[in-house]
């Protein structure tokens, strides 16, 4: 079955402690994303990735970071200096370029205790 | 940046009714997709739709480039169509980044 697979679905995080969200898709897409999504709100762009080993920042990147090192992975660590890090996590794929419609995984809920 | 509103934020029908939803974007955009956020928080693809109207189902979606605004329309609903539903405009030049709109929460009594 092709798809994104996010793992894990559920992650509670000490203060202070960094946490890496995994993200794997088997659609031979070259374009990766990691999006926030806080509650009642849409999505938001966190970073992005259009080919193996590049990446860049989104909308808001301060507190995460990311690698790129295979093309079916894109891994996502929520650092200690991201303030406000409780919140659904969802990554998504697309061809690329031509740049085409984007799918997303099931998320990732991240709460910090 | 470009700004995404969807309305209404809100919606409560019975099973059977129809309902339309409208996105409004404040700038060209290249490509819109429309989706619905199930309870478990997936997004589930509906519309990738730039302009024109497109149907699947019960649901189809017309999107208005040149006026800056797309419509989701839903036939007979169903409640198993509760849920948000999204729209994102698609930006090329910056990656294929989608911008949000606030989405509108759908509740379908029986």
């Known amino acids: 079955d092709g798809g994104i697979t996010q793992s894990p679905k559920y992650l509670f995080r000490k203060e202070g402690q960094n946490v890496t969200l995994s993200c794997e898709q088997n659609?031979?897409?070259?374009?990766m994303y990691w999006y926030r999504q806080d509650p009642g709100q849409g999505l938001r762009l966190i970073y992005y990735?259009?080919?193996?080993?590049?990446?860049q920042k989104g909308d808001i990147a301060e507190g995460y970071s990311v690698s790129r090192e295979k093309k079916e992975s894109f891994p996502l660590t929520v650092t200690s200096a991201q303030k406000n890090p409780t919140a659904f996590y969802l990554c998504?794929?697309?061809?690329?370029?031509?740049?085409?419609?984007?799918?997303f995984g099931q998320g990732t809920r991240l709460t910090v205790v | 940046g470009i700004q995404v509103e969807q309305s209404p934020p809100d919606l409560i029908l019975q099973e059977g009714a129809n309902s339309t939803l409208r996105c409004n974007f404040s700038d060209s955009v290249n490509n819109l997709q429309w989706f619905h956020q199930n309870p478990w928080g997936q997004l589930i693809n509906l519309f990738y739709?730039?302009?024109g109207t497109k149907q699947n189902g019960r649901l189809s979606a017309t999107t208005v480039a040149t006026e800056r605004y797309s419509l989701l329309y839903i036939s007979s609903s169903q409640t198993t169509d509760s849920g948000v539903y999204f729209c994102?405009?698609?930006?090329?030049?910056?990656?294929?980044?989608?911008?949000f709109g606030q989405g509108t929460e759908l509740s379908v009594k029986p």
């Open positions: 990735s259009q080919i193996v080993n590049d990446f």
């Open positions: 659609l031979n897409h070259d374009a």
């Open positions: 994102a405009v698609l930006i090329y030049n910056q990656g294929g980044k989608l911008i």
């Open positions: 739709i730039p302009s």
């Open positions: 998504a794929s697309s061809r690329g370029q031509p740049v085409t419609e984007a799918f």
